[in-house]
């Protein structure tokens, strides 16, 4: 009783799952769904986890009003609770602005310090303007916006910050620590899923006396790490210092997958992300690039190990891009249960897990079947719950082995199969969505025709139409497809009617918002692409749109195609396609034309 209590005073704050993409135990294929209410605890669930907002310290003004009083007695030292112990850019902790405190020096502190110090040269700070695109209006784009975050130096002449610090970048400027200038920077490649960015400056006067970071080993519990960055809350470089609290796969809200995470009690504010984590080495053991938002928490960190940073880069340089991390194109179930692992045939000295269900579009689907028992992966085999050796009393789950691999490598797996074990090897591709989480820098495709505006549906085009909330606010329909659908086809898409732009035409259809297109005259629509080859080439008398909660759409298609010119005009879209889909269509109306001349030709050859 006394649990539920609300306290007096304030209303208590609601997790805000605003940089949310997607439940990662639904979508992400490696993670068992449906997971029990102790591991998916509403303090500390993934949509508590958010990414930090850089723009923030852009928009931050002085308060109004009477300026603070300094107090009188400059001796005395303020009550209170005492300051995050944090450095600045001289190696000397900065304290509050008109305050004068005393802090005893701290011998362990000390000593790291002098060994991070050397590397913070290296750390940069990172401006970038952003202009994303408008998926609500997928003709235009928003209004750009400015954002600071922070970044390192590496061998190579290159930079690494986070992918979230230059999304829909339209101009990267770093800055070195004590330097006034700011240097035009050149993106090399974004990794989506990591949230990991690599940066390079084609100046040669950025280069001078930059020393490229380190890196270290992964490191293990309670070991002390260094956070370095530009965070808000001041102009110049700033420390925080913390301990290594958990290592385990973690979600990573930017790219919507699992992957290897370290959880830290290091302060990480507005402005760290992509800057370094070092240890007490000076060697650079992660970058800082989410934390957990929540009343009932403090100082929860995460920080990208230097696994997932050596696989970013070494993919990078392998294939001249980025090509991303593989995964297992199943979902899975636990065996935990031994009339359960009786009932597949298992014997007492075999574990794994049951596939759920597979990929249509993955590899895996060519030689595994639903109901296989995955009993290991590279020759490690697999636990009733999923998990396989990681260190020293510790385990970690079977996804980590998949990481480590690069896409198209091959990796062996051994299944339980009507009490047979099979040994296949299979192609390690990356993961296909019906619903994609990012648009990965792409412009939102679209089609319009007698004001009826088609496009297809995305997290982004979600997150535009719904807001941060869109999880609660979407149709369920679409939300159904978002959590639990799987394409059939590496190509499908799911299209909808985004609006209508009223008109005298579509009279009846105004209030159709968000449905999905199931057929066009009778032939099922595959994609946006197939819609508007289909709608372009048609001669019929009609073009009828079959809806989804059994909803049509009729009108004459000669008047259709000539209204849409008038209706574009009024709305000022310059034009009724996205350039994605303007060469096909001329590549389907040439084809059209060929086949009319055809008969000519055969004539003239007669």
């Known amino acids: 009783m006394g649990d539920n209590k609300r306290k007096r005073g304030r209303k208590p704050k609601t997790p805000s ?8 135990t639904a979508l992400t294929t490696t993670v068992a769904t449906n997971p029990s209410p102790s591991i998916m605890d509403d303090d500390f669930s993934v949509g508590n986890v958010e990414l930090i907002d850089n723009s923030a310290s852009s928009h931050l003004g002085r308060r109004r009003g009477r300026p603070k009083k300094l107090p009188t007695n400059p001796d005395k030292p303020p009550t209170g609770r005492r300051p995050a112990r944090t450095v600045d850019s001289n190696g000397a902790v900065p304290v509050d602005v008109g305050v004068a405190t005393a802090i005893d020096a701290d011998p362990i502190w000390e000593s790291i310090s002098a060994r991070v110090l050397p590397s913070m040269d290296s750390v940069v700070k990172v401006f970038c303007v952003h202009t994303e695109p408008n998926f609500s209006l997928p003709w235009q784009r928003k209004r ?20 979230h610090s230059v999304e829909h ?36 006067e950025f280069w001078q006396g930059m020393s490229p970071v380190e890196f270290g080993d992964l490191p293990t519990l309670q070991d002390a790490v260094t956070v370095v960055g530009y965070p808000i809350g001041g102009d110049t470089i700033s420390v925080t210092s913390g301990v290594v609290s958990r290592i385990e796969i973690l979600s990573y809200v930017h790219g919507s997958t699992e992957l290897l995470g370290l959880q830290i009690d ?26 957990l938002k929540h009343e009932d928490v403090e100082n929860i960190g995460y ?24 995964i ?6 636990k065996m935990e249960n031994p009339d359960l692992r009786m009932a597949m045939g298992m014997k007492s000295n075999q574990k794994g897990v049951r596939i759920r269900r597979i990929d249509p579009t993955s590899p895996e689907s060519k030689v595994l079947k639903p109901s296989d028992v995955i009993l290991s992966f590279d020759g490690v085999d697999i636990a009733n719950d999923g998990t396989v050796p990681f260190r020293h009393g510790e385990r970690i789950g079977f996804s ?11 990796a062996a797996i051994k299944v339980l199969r009507n009490s047979n074990v099979l040994k296949f090897n299979i192609k390690l591709d990356g993961h296909r969505r019906l619903i994609p989480a990012h648009s990965k820098g792409k412009p939102p495709s679209y089609y319009i025709i007698a004001g009826f505006v088609f496009s297809t549906v995305s997290v982004p085009y979600l997150r535009s139409e719904y807001g941060k909330d869109y999880e609660y606010e979407a149709p369920v329909k679409i939300l159904d497809k978002l959590l639990y659908a799987m394409p059939q086809s ?14 005298d035409i579509n009279i009846g259809y105004e209030e159709i918002v968000n449905t999905q297109v199931v057929a066009f005259n009778g032939k099922p629509v595959k994609n946006l692409k197939s819609l508007a080859a289909m709608v372009e080439s048609c001669d019929d008398e009609y073009l009828k749109f079959d809806l989804d909660y059994e909803q049509i759409v009729v009108l004459r298609t000669e008047t259709a195609k000539a209204a849409t010119l008038d209706i574009l005009a009024t709305h000022c879209i310059p034009s009724a396609m996205s350039d994605d889909l303007k060469m096909l269509i001329l590549v389907v109306c040439t084809n059209a034309l060929l086949e009319m001349m055809s008969p000519l030709f055969e004539k003239d050859d007669r």
């Open 266 to 291: 290091a302060a990480i504010n507005s402005g760290n992300s992509g800057g370094p984590a070092f240890n007490g080495k000076g060697n650079c053991v992660g970058i800082a690039f989410q934390s």
């Open 400 to 410: 980590y082995l998949i990481s480590q691999k690069y896409t198209g490598d091959d």
């Open 144 to 163: 750009q916006y400015s954002s600071s975050s922070s970044g390192f130096v590496i061998s190579g002449k290159r930079v690494l910050t986070n992918a």
């Open 490 to 503: 590496p190509d499908e898409q799911l299209v909808v009617i985004s609006q209508v732009l009223v008109a």
């Open 17 to 24: 799952p605003e940089t949310l993409d997607t439940p990662s």
């Open 328 to 333: 297992l194109g199943v979902e899975w179930q």
């Open 303 to 326: 920080v990208i190990p230097t696994p997932v940073i050596t696989h970013f880069i070494q993919d990078y340089e392998k294939n001249k891009g980025y090509t991303g991390f593989p």
């Open 169 to 204: 970048y339209t101009q990267v400027k770093l800055k070195k620590r004590g330097s006034d200038t700011k240097y035009l920077a050149t993106v090399l490649a974004i990794g989506t899923e990591c949230d990991i960015a690599m940066l390079t400056v084609d100046d040669d």
